[in-house]
Nanobody, 122 residues
Framework: QVQLVESGGGLVQAGGSLRLSCAASGRTFSSYSMGWFRQAPGKEREFVASLRRGATYYADSVKGRFTISRDNAKNTIYLQMNSLQPEDTAVYYC?????????????????WGQGTQVTVSS
């Protein structure tokens, strides 16, 4: 079992930055694929970024602006978000998968955090 707790969300003006954190429980953290998804009101949950065995993957909408990273010593992953835009407003969720899946289908991910709200004002 893996428990995930996100933090770092908030309100920021367009063009600003935020860094989200996701603290994970479990001794096998380093072997899991980790990812970030987001869900805006009235929309489906969408893939943002993921990492697996040192490789990183990004949605086209965030490529060049967001960076995913992990610190295995702290059992934590991060999402550095720069040049934020109002369309980035959503609840951001951390996800973990023990089968090395790192793709964009939310149903394939095993564990989820409770989410953290990111609001970007224009």
């Amino acid at each position: 079992q893996v428990q995930l707790v996100e933090s770092g969300g908030g309100l920021v003006q367009a063009g600003g930055s935020l860094r989200l954190s996701c603290a994970a429980s479990g001794r096998t953290f380093s072997s899991y694929s980790m990812g970030w998804f987001r869900q805006a009101p009235g929309k489906e949950r969408e893939f943002v970024a993921s990492l697996r065995r040192g490789a990183t993957y990004y949605a086209d909408s965030v490529k060049g602006r967001f960076t995913i990273s992990r610190d295995n010593a702290k059992n934590t992953i991060y999402l550095q978000m720069n040049s934020l835009q109002p369309e980035d407003t959503a609840v951001y969720y951390c996800a973990a998968d023990g089968s090395y899946y790192a793709g964009g289908d939310p149903s394939r991910w095993d564990y989820w955090g409770q989410g953290t709200q990111v609001t970007v004002s224009s």
